[in-house]
């Protein structure tokens, strides 16, 4: 059968607008996607939905689409996404009211099933990560448009591929190969060269959104549409397939993927082959992701400048004592961005960061806002903060638990109003780490210099919960024997403090010289608690890269 050509309009709820007229009018497409939802997004509908009933989906698509639908329908291009968010039945609704009043004639169907907040109580939203085949059900029915709630973002590629393809469950090294490159398509321009360790290798400063040439036996080629900024080479789709992963076995609610069995190969300018890839029966069990409010949280960065930082530190936490004496959960940080003798009052000062939570909005708002400006003209020299404390803003708490696939009613209602159920994977096993692979021969000894890791690999990282992954991938063979045997867990958590106390568990990916690392609790109750610094853990691993160990010079 022909090459389905698959392209990706969003990564996020907020990317970037005029990405689907790009993708439209770019180049040829037979479908494009757009991924809308993450673990927060659905904290941020489920508020949106608790004001208005009606609500709960990605408003942005709907602008979108305004402006894209005649495109679309003239040049045959189907989409497919999960802006339905926590209302795919809503979102379907306002397409075709769209369509009617633009007068184009298009089939819209959606994908229920997966609100089980009902079965939550306490949860703002509760939903468990569907598959694809609802997905195809909706385009084999002549669906133009199918907008799902959540689905695995793998699944808006997965879905398409096996409707074109005629692909039935089971056959789960096509449908592997189809996941692999969904995930490498999700989130839009990080596979062309957007947040990418080696980014001055290329013009990046508006990278073009991917696409995937899909084939019937599950392989794909990953590239863009000519003319597009950024660029696709084997570490771009290197550095997204480790992003937000964890061990071999890649599992979802159709097939798990090994990851260890993905080849890649350079196949032209701004063109990555993936084929080779090896799936498995999916685990008996759906994800379901629940998302609560814990409470409130409110912060006030202090700014220390000049002489005695410690001691003015210590003075605001002794000043503040009493106020925060009831408050459930407090926290100080003491980022020290000052310089001595420095040429700006900037880069003079200090920055003391206090964060607070409790289930009592008054004790995180007016009780800590009083006692901290209060203390304006009566604490350290030089007194002032970066922005006064608020009343105190609500924040979210994500966990996943787990379902038999049974318990889920996937249903594909189709443009005509007929609901077409989706059957559950029959065929399951319980899913397991894979066994430690035997890794290559170690390098011979030479002479060895103290530097970055970072140049001699790349890293990507990203969240999972209150779980972080830092994928690194070596660009050499001879990198990769280094690698493998230097970079351990012991290593890791010396270069990387915050995780000493952490579990940490260490995945190696041989074809793609790759080590993944977990790092569980990190991230505390998830994104919306905004636990650390870096609430997504989108730097951890440039923050490992700048980290200095001794390197074989013979790699310099």
């Known amino acids: ?66 402006e ?24 379907a609704d306002a397409v075709r009211k769209l369509a009617d009043r633009l007068g184009i004639p298009v089939r819209v169907a959606h994908v229920e099933g997966d609100d089980l907040t009902a079965h939550h109580p306490g949860s703002l939203a509760a939903h468990a990560y569907l598959g694809g085949f609802g997905i195809a059900a909706c385009l084999r029915e002549g669906a133009d ?19 074109h393809f005629g692909w039935q469950p089971g056959e789960y090294d096509r449908l592997a190969g189809a996941v692999v490159a969904g995930h ?48 696709v080479d084997v570490g771009t789709v ?32 701004d063109r990555v082959r993936i084929d080779g890839v090896h799936g498995e029966p999916p685990p008996p069990t759906l994800k379901v992701g629940l998302n609560r409010l814990g409470g409130f949280r409110n912060e006030v960065a202090f700014v220390l400048t000049g002489l005695d930082i410690e001691a003015k530190s210590a003075l605001v936490k ?42 009592d909005q008054e004790a995180v708002g007016r009780v800590l806002s009083g006692a901290a400006i209060e203390l304006a003209l009566a604490s350290y020299p030089g007194f002032h903060v970066l922005a006064p404390p608020g009343k105190g803003a609500p924040y979210g708490v994500f966990e996943d638990v787990y379902v038999p696939h049974g318990a889920v009613p996937h249903v594909a209602v189709l443009h005509d109003g007929r609901r077409v159920p989706v059957a559950p994977a029959q065929d399951t096993v319980v899913l397991e780490e894979v066994p430690e692979p035997p890794l290559p021969e170690p390098l011979p000894p030479g002479p060895m210099r103290r530097a970055p890791l970072g140049l001699v690999a790349g890293a990507r990282s990203g969240d ?81 890269r700048s980290r200095h160990l001794d390197i074989p010079e013979a790699l310099l």
């Open 1 to 66: 059968m022909s090459t389905l050509r698959i392209g990706n309009a969003s990564g996020f709820y907020g990317d970037r607008f005029d990405a689907l007229r790009e993708m439209l009018t770019g180049g040829e497409l037979d479908v494009l996607t757009g991924d809308y939802l993450a673990e927060l997004t659905m904290l941020i509908l489920g508020r949106d939905r608790l004001k208005d009933p009606t609500a709960g989906y990605a408003r942005t698509f709907l602008r979108q689409l305004e």
């Open 68 to 91: 894209c639908l005649g495109l679309a329908h003239e040049r045959g291009v189907r989409i497919v996404t999960n802006a339905g968010g926590l209302n795919p039945a809503g979102l």
């Open 145 to 163: 448009i199918v907008v799902t709630g959540r689905v695995t973002d793998a699944a808006l590629v997965m879905g398409p591929a096996a409707a």
């Open 184 to 231: 490498v398509l999700e989130c839009g321009t990080q596979a062309t060269g957007g947040n990418y360790s080696f980014f001055q290798e290329g013009d990046v400063r508006r990278p073009g959104f991917p696409l995937a040439e899909l084939h019937e036996d599950g392989a794909a080629v990953i590239t863009k549409h000519p003319g597009t900024g950024g660029f």
């Open 238 to 269: 290197t550095a997204q397939l480790l992003y937000e992963t964890g061990g071999a076995r890649y599992a979802g609610p159709d097939v798990t993927a090994r990851l260890d069995t993905v080849r890649l190969t350079q196949d032209g300018p």
């Open 318 to 359: 002794a000043q503040l004592e009493a106020a925060l004496g009831k408050v459930s959960e407090v926290r100080w940080d003491l980022v020290r961005t000052d310089h001595p003798d420095a040429r700006t009052e900037e880069t003079a000062s200090a920055l003391l960061r206090l964060v607070v939570r409790d289930p």
């Open 464 to 544: 999972k919960g209150g779980n972080a992954n830092v994928g690194v991938w070596a660009r050499t063979d001879e990198a990769w024997r280094w690698l493998a045997h230097t970079l351990t867990v012991d290593r890791f958590r010396e270069l990387l403090p915050e995780t000493a106390d952490l579990t940490v568990t260490r995945h190696p990916l041989l074809n793609l010289r790759a080590l993944n690392f977990v790092v569980e609790g990190i991230l505390g109750e998830g994104v919306a608690a905004q636990h650390r610094f870096d609430p997504q853990a989108k730097a951890l691993g440039e923050w490992l």
